[in-house]
């Protein structure tokens, strides 16, 4: 039995309506594939082979310098030697799969799930509307007898180009699921990608497979297959190769049953002195019994069926109320409301499992959520909704059509709040962030506007998101600053600086704004405008005032590479800044305060282009 404790001692007030999120799962067997060698690889062909860095070349198609060493996988086709694919030895059937990839100009390759399954690798930078042949996408399925034109079909595009240039990292989270077949060898379930993540932005959902896509290594389908990358359309590179297998059989819930108890319960009780209002028999978990009323307490009994041993995690939602978890008589977590999370280990075998859920806002609606995942297991929904919705207001999204300049509060990396940030968005599907405390540029990012949520839900906290692929430019700090020296420290706050914010105007309709202040006796008019097709930033600043020993930090970062003509990488080949013909012979690239930094002498009309 459960020990009498408070449902909502840990729990601020009763306001229990939270943001859906799902919880990690701690317990799931990933791996790295290793590429110090090709020795995970089936007859690696000579296009093939492990180096210690690659870099594309943005004037040049098809051009990959790389360097000595390894943990990056590289091809390197040529004319006489066209390459081709390469497999894994390993056979995988449900799968995720985390990899990362840099393309050069205008190469083209592919990763196969089940060597059957293709989700495309192109350079897409600059494509505005993205087709199912673009990078990210499901590639199309193909059949030689249909009229020409009509030969390509059920190919998925991506949701967004969340593409970045040539030469960039980029990262492709997978999870898949193999199709089903019975005893006979007879296919009853398609295979699927249950998710596509590309740069950290979600571009496939779900997504039923209804056969092999083009160039699939056989006709048939079948339960395991190895992963293949596709090696001849052009030199592309690989690195943090993780694999997540889901191979073992799942855990099942059996003779689950319920007692509705009504009424308001802050606490847990001692069943033996109440009487349920109801009982009965559930295939799976739910708060959708009917009798169950506005305010109850639903206590809920069965065996959990575990077939491998080994760490479990579970993740529950427990809307407009508390609940807590007992497996085997122990807490799994304590008694809590809105999302919560616990783990334990189990041995094989069936374990007693009691689950109590106590709702007392008598205004949301009843929802119970669960899900347990553990080794070799897929996260597996217990209950008869997931986490996706289960909680929470509907998104507030902003339209950049009809806002396209937000003012809000903004959340960088590190806990750091923008309390002037001004996001403005472009019809190229560009945006940017600029922080008007110190007149600089802070994040762009690429695909949807904003999220407006937090901002405007409820009493809400003043803050928006951005929804696309996202780069952060470093932490909030001037532009421009006056030194004695070039080895003085950059100015980290506005002690003495003079700073003044005059305002920023639209300058056109397509959005580009033209900020203006003053700093260290400078009057600075900074304008930002998109690049056309949408391949990254230009900013032009037009400088008034004594420039003698003042200087334009362009970027800082823990790294940046001197590419020649102009031209820097910066990061971890995050992006690149183009600087302007008229200022490529004068920039100083500097140590400081443990990372690097790009400064310019101050010039009347000066500019670069990001590039990512």
């Given at each position: 039995m459960i020990q009498l404790k408070p449902f909502f001692s840990n729990v601020p007030g009763i306001l229990l309506l939270v943001f859906s999120f799902i919880l990690p799962y701690p317990g799931l067997a990933q791996y790295a594939v290793s590429l110090d060698d090709l020795d995970a690889f089936e007859k690696p062909g000579k296009t093939w082979r492990v180096a210690g860095d690659a870099i594309a070349d943005l004037s040049e198609q098809g051009r990959l310098t790389v360097s000595n060493g390894n943990g990056v996988l590289v091809n390197l086709p040529t004319e006489k030697n066209k390459g081709q694919d390469l497999y894994t030895k390993e056979s995988y059937g449900d799968l995720d799969v985390e990899v990362e990839y840099l393309v050069a100009k205008g190469s083209n390759s592919g990763i196969y799930l089940q060597g059957m399954y293709e989700i495309q690798i192109l350079d897409s930078w600059g494509v505005k509307i993205p087709r199912a042949g673009d990078n990210g996408g499901i590639y199309e399925r193909w059949d030689d007898s249909k009229p020409e034109g009509q030969k390509g079909y059920q190919g998925y595009a991506p949701r967004q180009n969340a593409s970045r240039a040539p030469g960039l990292w980029q990262k492709l989270k997978v999870s898949f699921q193999a199709p089903r077949f019975d005893e006979n060898g007879e296919k009853i379930e398609n295979a699927r990608m249950l998710s596509v993540e590309l740069n950290g932005v979600i571009i496939h959902e779900d997504v039923e497979l209804f056969g092999p896509t083009r160039g699939a290594m056989a006709n048939q389908e079948m339960s395991r297959g190895p992963i293949r990358i596709q090696g001849d359309h052009g030199a592309v590179a690989f690195r943090n190769l993780q694999l997540t297998p889901f191979d073992n059989a799942a855990p099942e819930l059996k003779g689950l049953t319920y007692d509705?108890?009504?009424?308001?319960?802050?606490?847990?009780?001692?069943?033996?002195?109440?009487?349920?209002?109801?009982?009965?028999?559930?295939?799976?978990?739910?708060?959708?019994?009917?009798?169950?009323?506005?305010?109850?307490?639903?206590?809920?009994?069965?065996?959990?069926?575990?077939?491998?041993?080994?760490?479990y995690s579970f993740n529950f939602s427990f809307p407009g109320g508390a609940g807590v978890l007992s497996i085997?008589?122990?807490?799994?977590?304590?008694?809590?409301?809105?999302?919560?999370?616990?783990?334990?280990?189990?041995?094989?075998?069936?374990?007693?499992?009691?689950?109590?859920?106590?709702?007392?806002?008598?205004?949301?609606?009843?929802?119970?959520?669960?899900?347990?995942?553990?080794?070799?297991?897929?996260?597996?929904?217990?209950?008869?909704?997931?986490?996706?919705?289960?909680?929470?207001?509907?998104?507030?999204?902003?339209?950049?059509?009809?806002r396209p300049v937000l003012r809000s509060f903004m959340d960088l990396p590190g806990g750091y709040r923008m309390t002037h940030a001004v996001s403005v968005a472009s019809p190229d599907n560009v945006h940017y962030t600029y922080d008007m405390d110190y007149g600089n540029l802070i994040q762009i990012w690429k695909g949807e506007f904003l999220n407006a949520t937090p901002m405007w839900y409820s009493r809400g906290d003043g803050s928006s998101r951005p929804m696309g692929t996202l780069l952060y430019l470093g932490s909030p700090a001037f532009s421009l600053a006056q030194l004695s020296s070039t080895e003085q420290a950059w100015p980290t706050d506005t002690l003495g600086s003079g700073y003044k914010v005059n305002g920023y105007r639209v300058l056109s309709e397509e959005h580009e704004l033209q900020f203006s202040y003053e700093v260290f006796g400078v009057a600075v008019e900074d304008k930002l405008e998109v690049v056309s097709g949408g391949k990254g930033l230009k900013r032009i600043l037009n400088l008034g005032g004594s420039l003698e020993n003042r200087y334009v930090r362009v970027i800082a970062s823990e790294k940046i590479e001197n590419l020649g003509n102009g031209l820097y990488l910066v990061g971890d080949k995050a992006y690149y800044i183009q600087l302007a013909e008229e200022i490529q012979s004068v920039p100083i690239l500097r140590d400081s305060n443990g990372q690097k930094e790009l400064l310019v002498p101050a010039r009347k009309n000066m500019d670069y282009v990001l590039w990512f």
């Open positions: 509705i108890y009504k009424g308001r319960f802050e606490a847990l009780p001692d069943f033996s002195l109440l009487k349920s209002e109801k009982s009965g028999e559930l295939e799976s978990l739910t708060a959708s019994i009917s009798g169950s009323g506005d305010q109850f307490l639903i206590r809920y009994r069965g065996q959990l069926d575990i077939q491998e041993e080994g760490s085997g008589g122990e807490q799994v977590f304590r008694p809590s409301g809105g999302n919560v999370a616990g783990e334990v280990s189990l041995t094989r075998g069936l374990h007693p499992l009691e689950l109590v859920y106590s709702k007392v806002q008598d205004w949301v609606d009843p929802l119970l959520t669960a899900e347990i995942a553990g080794p070799g297991i897929r996260p597996l929904l217990l209950s008869d909704r997931s986490f996706v919705g289960s909680s929470g207001p509907d998104p507030i999204l902003i339209d950049p059509n009809e």
